[in-house]
């Protein structure tokens, strides 16, 4: 009877020692290191948005470029504040949540790019080779990517319930932001160009947040 | 014109209260309302996240004994139990800094606790014991020098609802134990389990009716006062 106390005094010993033997980062320097982070993030995407050919209107009227953009815009800010635990609970949104967010988010996105076509008609008759939607389609998940590492690395070992499910949101998120930059810098608006080479590569990003997620998120 | 409120104690002394510091001590008068150990356990991890490394072993003496109960009814092994705990504490530990403002230190422990416990059952292909009290009841029951044959009744009624236990399903099972036997809240066991306030509501109700069936079964009554109270929510 006597050895549990001993064994539960010993335990508590072993845990402090080693916790004392290892320094860990208080709030203040991890802060530091997200934002240092998001900012080498935010930095790299622009950079590579630049080196992309950066803001291309072609053709298309400027109410059209706010309205497609804008609304991918509003995608990922509510995605990014679903998606981050800063203020929100310590383990992050239900499951249900994260996964209706990126469940709804492609098709409202491909349903915004109907909307548009909809709307400047004139900007439809254009038709874009097969070759454009790839090379733009991969532009896309390449600008999705580094935001996505950002994200992922700031959020590195600390998803004990669904790491998988917050990588595939992570994912939609920096898809969602890749959407804006793609409505930016290219010129087509046809919809079957926008949905192909825009939206698609988010389903892309939020499959490979998933896997990544799984792998760096979870606590191990 | 209005006055700042004075800070509260879990602030560093000298330091002027800015908006976020006002919205955990908010946060922080909410906690202790509900639930005071918690909340307690709550400011100190916010110590500890802010550097205070004298926190750490509160935070150890307040989630150790609770994650260690919860791991012993799962493992069936002190060893792998304590291996677990240690584990989970220095995990806390190397993550303090991810530790949100006005966060639960909590639900957080216990979903590390049991992520942890799975993947060492997946990694060693090591068999999850189903939970069991029976050794613990009959320890008890002959501590408070029952009769032998009310010993013999309780193990009968233990071990049918332990039967019944096993036999639901895993979700409204981890919900019911959550709630019922580590005393955490259903906002806490929903966090640990990823998964929203309501539907954790609804598997321990479901578990809790099917214990009662059992005991309806069995010919005892239900006491009224033991159904999840709303105030746990």
Known sequence: ?220 | MFALSEPTPALPPGTRPDLRDRTLAVTEQRNRKADPASALLDAAMDRYARGDDSAFEEIYDGLAPRLQSFLLRYTQDRARAEDVVQQTMLQIHRARGRFTLGGQVVPWAFAIARRLLIDQHRRGGREVLAPSGDDNLTQLLEAVDARADDVVIAKEVAGKLADELARLPENQRVAFELIKQDGLSVAEAAQVLGTTVAAVKLRAHRAYEAMRAVLTTLGIEDDKHDRPRRGQA
């Open chain 1, 1 to 220: 009877m006597s050895q549990e106390p001993s064994a539960a005094a010993d335990l508590r010993s072993r845990v402090l020692a080693a916790a004392a033997r290892t320094p860990s980062a208080t709030r203040a320097v991890y802060k530091r290191r997200v934002l240092m982070l998001a900012a080498i993030g935010a930095l790299a995407t622009a950079s590579l948005f630049v080196a992309m050919g950066g803001v291309a209107p072609g053709t298309r009227p400027v109410e059209m470029i706010g309205f497609t953009a804008g609304f991918g815009l509003l995608a990922a800010a509510i995605l990014t504040r679903l998606s981050s635990t800063g203020r929100g609970p310590m383990l992050g949104r239900p499951r249900s949540v994260l996964l209706t967010a990126v469940v709804v988010t492609a098709p409202l996105l491909a349903l915004a790019a109907l909307c548009a076509t909809m709307a400047w008609p004139a900007q439809t008759a254009e038709d874009v080779p097969g070759s454009v939607h790839l090379a733009c389609g991969l532009m896309s998940v390449a600008q999705g990517l580094l935001p996505l590492l950002a994200l992922l690395l700031a959020r590195r070992g600390t998803d004990p319930v669904h790491p998988a499910v917050t990588g595939a949101a992570l994912g939609m998120t920096a898809g969602a932001w890749a959407v804006v930059m793609a409505y930016l810098r290219c010129p087509h608006a046809t919809a079957v160009h926008c949905i192909l080479a825009h939206v698609v590569p988010t389903l892309v990003l939020t499959a490979v947040g998933a896997a990544l997620g799984w792998v760096m998120l979870r606590v191990k």
